[in-house]
């Protein structure tokens, strides 16, 4: 165990370490070669030029060499995937694609993942916001975001066990073990199997989703909040803004960036949305969605092509969000 | 640390591990990695066999298992990076294996072995015998493991309380049924609820009624969609488990339960006071789930669930297993598929719970309780024996399409109509 | 804002009861999850969790004695004994046949037929008199109706604790977990500090790719990685599958939002500093470690967190890149693994998600401490 | 509208006591302008008269009405903040026109006061800009028309001119006092800098100095009778010169001298006893005259000189190891370092300070 | 130790041109003061100096060599900053220290010029404090600090002493005049609102207007010798007076009259023609004598008085629907509002100014 332990120790910090001596190394390394330090030199300003050229993809090389290994390069297998047939042993062209276009599954999963693309960003970021402003205005708000915080923290299988609880169904008359039965029966209505309920199920694995989310809205959230210039806030309660028009008209404007930043981020979670319909429902009752189908075709269909046809899929339907990031990154530039 | 002291006890072919033992003593210093679907108490059950292997042979083994086996079998597999063996209870994730050259086939001489000395050993070597990356058949998966499916759980002193006799036939056990609904009670305990595979315990059902209903042949067809799901006898066996699952009065919680409640709770009706449910139809696996303290054979028993007295198709079971692989050819792989071959393999397993086994050469007395003691019997007595129809389909259908259309039939789809689904998935797979 | 006057309104009452109504909403499912964790196997699939916390009635079945065990008493047979487990429970109703189980009040005496009669009083003693000497190896079940105060015992929590290797698997959990933390989060931060503040061509489109990334599925990348990790381990004679590997690739997945979200930070702070940083002499690398790194505190802790939390709870990526054996078991693949092979231990999963919650929260407790407030304050005038 | 009432204001960040306990007397209408050496309280006790900062003790009345507990939005006030404070995210209308909205006025009249505003400030080019694209001048413009646009009752403005060039912070500022006048009802709290400012501007002059309260008066007051050094010393630029002298009473009349010069005679109707002793003698380097030596009180070399146009500014060192003497002569005289010069301080302008630094009045003889 | 020459700087702002060619020439050791009204661009220019703009037109040269592509770390500048741009982060101490610990400067030098910086700027009592809990002249004093602590060729300060109190800002200033002599070889470019900062300290003065330079000379020049309009009334405050005048030449002596006045004779040698037409005559407030009416070219009634204590300063309406004209003289005269006053300027102090706003060198006879 301690052998373990140090070994442990040991790997971490040979871990750490090789990053960071990689940014200083290489910074370092720059400098040395293309000094000009001191302005009267002939080549300063040539060695300027390069060095402004070289550093930003020093800084970001790191971070591109990963993201082209482990993401790029396997979306491009993805596309090529997409293109062969189960097995890959042979090329079809767009059939996977026309063959998408026909499926009933996938129709269905489009269109429910049209409707959770509405319902969760917007929720888990408007609970995230709430829980964000309102716990900062309390002794306990500490406390309060932990809890809310939580659900993020509680591993995947913890989750679905969680939420059996709360959605399990049991024929009217018997006792019910999940709590939104027990509510329901006790206002003395009937018991319902909610997940097994066509398009309602869709909002009843949505709330899981939210509820996860939440947490991750509201600590980004949270930190953007404070980084409001308090003095604006100020100077509001001074123009008479109460706190609802002080929220609306100069807190939320001000991290309106990160509020996009949040919902693109959660958008893109529900894009991806897989393990909660797939331990819940996995997909039965008309709750398909993207992410599940794809799954479902990788690894149960072992059906390649049309697992990485769905894929893509997923990552078209992402270009708009990309689109108006880039809007953004420019509009930025122009700033300053 | 073994489980029996190896000549000590006289139920096990200690003998069988002599020899291997000394057959294999040059394996030393090897190392197995193996990947089987075991967990949990399971894999301290597995683990005790391995002992075994590793004391005749001295090769390490490593032996895991994750959540998600399947997934991760055929990452590694598509990777380049397999365990050298590997144990999944699903023929056709392994067809699918086998066909992308995954596997290595496991010779004439194992095929030869398995005929002789399985009982209906030529069913266990269709079941192993897949095509290859050539396009050739060839056996490439050893069955080792056997789960009895067609088995129905009842309290015996609830049945004794009211006076219910285990019915020998269908048509008793339909009887039954209605007798214990008019006798106030609530028959059957019906859950189709596993998270992501919710619907998989009405395949079971499906198939047990194709079997008893069709004749085995009609069964092989289904199985490969030579008989198609739109099938009239298909639809008609679908319509068998509707008889059961899809009357209000007869499953504890209504049929509107079915579709949710969980499998792994199901059970709990039997033992409920009052009892939810009189019976209960699952695989030989379900007394994990029973409450802790049931005493199988006392608290908690089975039947066989019978055949149709009316239809002269014998007396077919359905069962489902694991099947054991080589995804690397070492010496420890081929050293451990002969080890299975060992009835020692079986006995010490036998010897404890959970385990069936078709080989023929084992002693019977080593079954660690009567009730799987009469579970072999079962298994051994079988006229018919089939494997899972689910398992056998492809991973879309039979994990995926079936267990969709039983879900959806559950919920009060037409049986034709599902069928067409099905069928109609089977059809987009082609 | 704290020392504004006058803000102990009706307005702050309303704060605290929609906090607590938020906090109630989320917090019950996992209160639920919490309380299960402590109840019994076989109670969490018969009652709700909610009833564990007051004194529920339940209909249970006991067993009295076996006839080994009768005693001859003027010249009966009598077998005693009690049926309750617990103390502060009481008996109200009995019975003995599965269809009756309430048919007498607690005290009374029901025939059981051959000269044989059993009374079980209030407080859980029954006994069992019989004329002739009882037979069979089995003790008659008893069914009875009792009030069982709440129960809780730690044994789920034991056997999840209890299992062999769960230290072990804790510390290969933070072996994955702490570097793949720290890395991204270098990585990321210089990344997002070039995108965010040095002029390079490209700079839109790269930003609009990262986006992009985040949408790629995990699952997609692992084949075509592990093939290469395989390619690289068998030409470099090395095993494909460790530690430095599940690193990288914890990292590389962590990416995108990494800098996605530092990226967005970075670029709000103002830029004056930044100037007054550079004509000051610093160069882009001081003024990232100086200046940017510890004002973005806010943003590094939130992605700290979350990056932390998913390599935690994370198995999939562990099991595919770490060798799946013992010696680099992490947590949740031991914790999976106790859990039966047909996955309906809620008792192992509901402690065991306790388990593991704790260090995220951990983590969440200790860095919410660099979410802090008016960092910026007093730096620039002019808003 | 409203007066302003501060009894014992303290204000505290911490341990550290900023406020010592404040009492001040705004009537309703006046100009009050706040001025101090650099940290010396008059931000906090702006913001506390605000309602940003809770008090830490004391009693703030606006209209009679106790407010410490009165939320900043209730007390109909405006401010224009040192640090601007402007609404990154709003244009320079939107900035204006937030707390017009906010009392939900017509938009006809938004727009008027908005254009009017903008037309003092010089702003109108810029409605459409956000903040971060202004320069320095005119983001402080954009806060003071943030507040003019407003209709409060009580103006604080913290050194709302600081950024702006002379010409427009002369029309600001008469701006201001037009605003002041033509709304005699409305209170203004400034805080400024500027001497001129502060003299122009104000009906009365607070002088805090490290959290206390100097002196309040009249800027004429302030000037000719400062009722303590700092104060002396603080009102005018260049500051008052202060040399110690040596009082002697004797026959009902003091003799004042500076070491080692010459004496002048002084009387007190404060108590004679006052002028004995170490005192300081304060005079103006604009009440200084270059005379004959033989009519002078000190005499020394010029080792500075500054021309400012209108006048010149001298440094006179008259040895003895004290300060400089600074003198103001109107015109330009091109004098160069070095230059030997005697000085004499105008009779009527001379001020004595006792050894604790408060005034004595005086005459001299 | 470093010249600045700026040849046809320009900046835009995407279509905005702020800087429209901006040539300098900024001799080493000296130390020149940028005016101008706000938003002409000062700021911009100093940026632009300090390598924080790009500019995208011209050429920087610092020391001789074009500096266009050198960045702001390796021009050997210091700059205080219009907005402070303090690093909120660290302690005062911390801040000032940043730029020495990137040039590597031994610790004890660090701790002593620190040390030294904070004496001058009083801010020792707050080494340890973070931005957040100064004062805003106390920040302000932070970014001087920080510039001084270094020891760069070229200063460039913004506004730096805005928020200074008068005692501070004087003693500041003279410090700053210290460092500048102190570091003869150091060139200081300053930026300042404040007239009397710009005269005491500059060397020469650079008038920005619109993004242009609008003349380049030393204070006495400037004040003395505006080249146009712009300068005449931008210098000096109160700014100066403008009448317009009417001219015409005849026997070679130009008679200019303001409508309805006394008229003057002027003789000038660059052209009399320039004398004839429409012309402007300026004067300064502190140029204009109340005079009997018959030695007056104005007169009026007082409309407004600003007491200064050492000074007053009349607005004195001159009817014709001019600007008031502005008075100021010595003393303290209580002059009330209304009452009927006769002015005539100084003869030497009389400016004129041709159609276009420039000036015409003259002599009035
Ligand atoms: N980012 C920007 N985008 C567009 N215009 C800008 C930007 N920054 C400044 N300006 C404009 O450029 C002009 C010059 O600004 P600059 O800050 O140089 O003025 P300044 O002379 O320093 O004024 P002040 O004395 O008020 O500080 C101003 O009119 C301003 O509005
Ligand atoms: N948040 C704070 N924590 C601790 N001390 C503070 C804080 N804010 C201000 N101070 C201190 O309180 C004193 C008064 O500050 P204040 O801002 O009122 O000064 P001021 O008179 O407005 O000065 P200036 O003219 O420089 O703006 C200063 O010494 C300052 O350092
Ligand atoms: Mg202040
Ligand atoms: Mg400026």
């Given at each position: 165990m301690t052998q373990q332990v140090i070994t442990a120790t040991i790997t971490i910090l040979i871990g750490v370490a090789g990053s960071i001596l990689y940014f200083v190394g290489t910074n370092w390394l720059l400098d040395r070669i293309f000094p000009f330090r001191d302005g009267a030199s002939p080549n300063a300003a040539r060695n300027h030029r390069i060095t402004t050229a070289v550093r930003p993809w020093l800084f970001l090389g790191p971070a591109l060499l990963a993201l082209g290994v482990y993401l790029i390069y396997p979306v491009f297998e993805t596309l090529r995937l997409s293109l062969y047939n189960r097995d890959t042993t042979a090329f079809v062209g767009f059939d996977n694609y026309a063959w998408l276009v026909g499926d009933a599954g996938f129709r269905e999963s489009i269109l429910n993942n049209f409707m959770w693309l509405l319902v969760v960003p917007t929720a888990a970021t408007f609970f995230g916001l709430m829980a964000a402003v309102l716990t900062d205005r309390i002794w306990w708000g500490n406390i309060a975001k932990s809890l809310v915080f939580m659900p993020m923290a509680i591993s995947f299988v913890g989750a679905s066990v969680i939420w059996k609880f709360v959605y399990d169904y049991r024929a009217a008359g018997s006792e019910q073990i999940g709590i939104l039965n027990a509510f329901v029966v006790w206002l003395g209505f009937e018991p319902q199997a909610w997940i097994a309920v066509p398009v309602w199920n869709n909002f009843f694995l949505m709330v899981i989703l939210i509820w996860i989310q939440t947490g991750f809205a509201m600590v980004i959230l949270s930190a953007a909040l404070r980084g409001i210039p308090e003095e604006t806030m100020e100077a509001a309660v001074i123009d008479g803004a109460n706190d609802f028009q002080i929220f609306f008209h100069i807190m939320v404007p001000q991290i309106w960036g990160t509020i996009a930043v949040v919902w693109t981020t959660i958008t893109i979670v529900v894009l991806k949305v897989f393990d909660i319909v797939f331990a819940m429902t996995n997909g039965q009752w008309n709750s398909q969605v993207l992410g599940n189908l794809m799954y479902d075709w990788m690894f149960r269909g072992f059906d390649f092509g049309r697992g990485a046809a769905i894929a893509i899929v997923i990552m078209v339907l992402v270009t708009p969000i990309m689109i108006s990031n880039i809007r953004r990154a420019k509009a930025e530039t122009k700033g300053h | 640390e073994l489980m029996f002291k190896p000549g000590e006890d006289a139920r096990f072919n200690w003998k069988s591990f002599e020899d291997f033992k000394a057959a294999n003593a040059a394996l030393k210093g090897q190392t197995l990695t193996m990947f089987g679907p075991w967990r949990g108490e399971d894999e301290k059950l597995v683990q005790s066999i391995l002992d075994y292997f590793r004391d005749a042979t001295g090769v390490d083994v490593k032996y895991s298992s994750s959540e998600n086996y399947e997934q991760q079998i055929v990452i590694d597999a598509q990777a380049g990076s397999p365990p050298d063996v590997a144990i999944l209870p699903q023929p056709g994730l392994i067809a699918d294996l086998a066909s992308k050259g995954f596997l290595t086939a496991l010779g004439d001489d194992t095929q030869k072995w398995l005929g002789e000395n399985y009982a209906a050993g030529a069913s266990w070597v269709s079941l192993g015998s897949y095509k290859g990356k050539d396009g050739a058949a060839a056996l490439y998966a050893f069955p080792y493991k056997i789960d009895l499916k067609s088995l129905v759980w009842y309290s015996p002193e609830n049945f004794k309380d009211a006076g219910y006799a285990i019915p020998q036939t269908m048509e008793e056990l339909k009887a039954l049924t209605e007798k214990i609904v008019a006798d106030g009670g609530k028959p059957w305990c019906i859950g189709l609820g596993s998270g992501g595979a919710t619907g998989w315990p009405a395949t079971d059902w499906v198939e047990d009624f194709m079997l008893r209903t069709q004749s085995p042949d009609i069964y092989d067809k289904w199985v490969t969609n030579e008989v198609k799901f739109s099938d009239p006898a298909v639809v008609g066996a679908i319509e068998e488990f509707g008889w059961f699952a899809r009357n209000d009065k007869f499953v504890d919680g209504g049929a509107a339960a079915v579709g949710t409640t969980d499998f792994r709770d199901s059970p709990k009706g039997l033992f409920a006071s009052p009892p939810k449910c009189y019976m209960h139809r699952q695989a030989?696996?379900?007394?994990?789930?029973?409450?802790?303290?049931?005493?199988?054979?006392?608290d908690a028993d089975f039947f066989y669930l019978p055949a149709y007295a009316g239809k002269d198709l014998g007396k077919p079971v359905l069962g489902a297993g694991t099947l054991a692989m080589i995804m690397k050819d070492t010496p420890a792989s081929r050293a451990f598929i002969e080890f299975l071959k060992t009835p020692i393999a079986h006995e010490v397993w036998m010897a404890q719970s959970g385990f069936l086994t078709p080989l023929k050469t084992v002693n019977v007395e080593a079954y660690g309780n009567p009730a799987l003691k009469k579970q072999g019997e079962i298994l051994l007595g079988a006229t018919t024996f089939r494997f899972d129809g689910s398992d056998l389909m492809p991973g879309k259908i039979g994990a995926g399409a079936f267990w969709t259309g039983m879900v959806d039939y559950a919920g009060g789809k037409a049986a034709a109509d599902v069928g067409a689904d099905i069928q109609k998935a089977w059809d987009a797979i082609k | 804002m704290d020392g504004i006057a006058g803000r102990k309104s009706a307005l702050t009452w309303a704060v605290h009861i929609s906090v607590l109504l938020l906090v109630a909403l989320w917090t019950l499912p996992t209160a639920g999850l919490l309380i299960s964790s402590f109840r019994d196997k076989d109670q969490l699939a018969v009652s709700g969790w909610w009833t564990a916390l007051t004194t529920s009635t339940q209909n249970l079945v006991g067993r009295a004695d076996g006839a080994e065990k009768q005693v001859e008493v003027d010249g009966k047979f009598v077998i005693a004994g009690n049926l309750l487990d617990g103390p502060g429970q009481t008996v109200t109703a009995f019975g003995y046949r599965s269809q009756e189980p309430t048919k007498f009040k607690a005290g009374e005496i029901a025939d059981l037929g051959d000269g044989r009669g059993l009374t079980v009083t209030a407080d859980g003693d029954y006994i069992i008199e019989s004329d002739l000497r009882i037979e069979g190896d089995r003790g008659q079940r008893i069914f009875y109706t009792a009030a069982i105060p709440p129960r809780f015992s730690l044994d789920n929590y034991r056997s999840v604790l209890g299992s062999g290797g769960a230290g072990r698997a804790f510390v290969n959990s933070l072996t994955v977990t702490i570097p793949s933390t720290i890395i991204p989060i270098m990585v990321a931060a210089f990344a997002a500090y070039a995108l965010a503040w040095m002029r390079f061509p490209g700079r839109a489109l790269l930003i609009a790719v990262i986006v992009g990334l985040l949408?790629?599925?995990l699952q997609l990348s692992l084949i075509p990685l592990l093939t290469l990790y395989n390619k690289i381990g068998a030409f470099a004679g090395i095993p494909a599958k460790g530690y430095v590997g599940i690193w990288l690739a914890h990292m590389a997945f962590g990416l995108p939002l990494a800098i996605y979200l530092l990226r967005n930070y970075m670029a709000g702070l103002p830029g004056e500093i930044i100037e007054s940083a550079r004509v000051d002499g610093a160069s882009d690398f001081d003024i990232f470690i100086r200046i940017v790194l510890p004002l973005s505190f806010p943003a590094l802790a939130s992605f700290a967190i979350f990056q932390f939390l998913w390599v935690w709870n994370d198995l999939l990526v562990a099991l595919v890149f770490l060798a799946p054996q013992k010696e680099q078991l992490v947590l949740t693949g031991q914790l999976v693994n106790l859990m039966g092979s047909r996955g309906g231990d809620w008792e192992i999963l509901t402690a065991s998600a306790f388990v593991t919650i704790v260090v995220p929260l951990l983590v969440f407790f200790s860095l919410q401490r660099f979410l802090v407030r008016g960092l910026l304050a007093g730096s620039v005038k002019g808003g | 509208m409203a007066s302003v009432k501060l009894s014992g204001v303290r204000k505290a960040y911490g341990e550290m006591e900023i406020l010592h306990g404040i009492d001040l007397d705004i009537k309703k209408g006046e100009f009050v302008v706040f001025v101090g050496p650099s940290g010396c309280g008059k931000s906090t006790l702006l913001r506390a008269i605000a309602g940003l900062e809770q008090v830490t003790g004391g009693t703030i009345e606006i209209d009679g009405i106790v407010s410490n507990d009165i939320p900043p939005s209730k007390r109909g006030i405006a401010m224009v903040f040192q640090s601007y404070a402007l609404y990154p995210h709003m244009t320079v209308r939107d900035n204006m026109a937030f707390g017009l909205r906010m009392s939900r006025s017509p938009k006809e009249e938004i727009d008027r006061r908005i254009a009017k505003a903008a037309d003092i400030l010089q702003l109108t080019p810029y409605l459409h800009r956000l903040p971060k694209a202004l320069s320095g001048g005119q983001r402080q413009r954009v806060a003071i028309g943030r507040a003019i646009c407003r209709d409060p009752k009580v103006f604080l403005f913290d050194e709302p001119l600081s950024n702006l060039d002379a010409a427009l912070r002369v029309a600001t500022r008469i701006e201001i006092a037009k605003l002041n006048e033509s709304m005699p009802d409305t209170t203004m709290i400034y805080v400024t800098h500027d001497q001129v400012e502060a003299m122009t501007l104000a009906d009365r002059i607070v002088v805090l100095r490290g959290g206390n309260v100097e002196q309040v008066g009249t800027p004429m007051e302030l000037y000719?009778?400062?009722?303590?050094l700092f104060v002396a010393q603080f009102i005018g630029s260049p500051a008052m010169n202060i040399v110690p002298v040596e009082g002697s009473v004797a026959n009902g009349v003091a003799s004042v001298a500076p070491k080692g010069g010459r004496a002048l005679s002084a009387k007190t109707e404060s108590g004679m006893e006052r002028l004995a002793g170490p005192l300081s003698l304060g005079v103006r380097p604009e009440n200084i005259d270059l005379v004959d030596e033989a009519k002078a009180l000190f005499s020394g070399t010029v080792t500075y000189a500054e021309q400012l146009g209108e006048v010149e500014i001298l440094y006179v060192d008259i040895g003895a190891g004290e300060q400089p003497i600074v003198v103001k002569i109107p015109g330009y005289h091109a004098i160069e370092r070095g230059r030997g010069v005697h000085l004499a301080p105008q009779k009527g302008a001379i001020h004595l300070f006792d050894a604790k630094g408060n005034a004595v009045e005086h005459q001299i003889l």
């Open positions: - | 030989s696996f379900i007394p994990s789930f029973f409450p802790e303290g049931t005493k199988l054979g006392e | 949408v790629v599925p | 000719h009778k400062p009722a303590n």
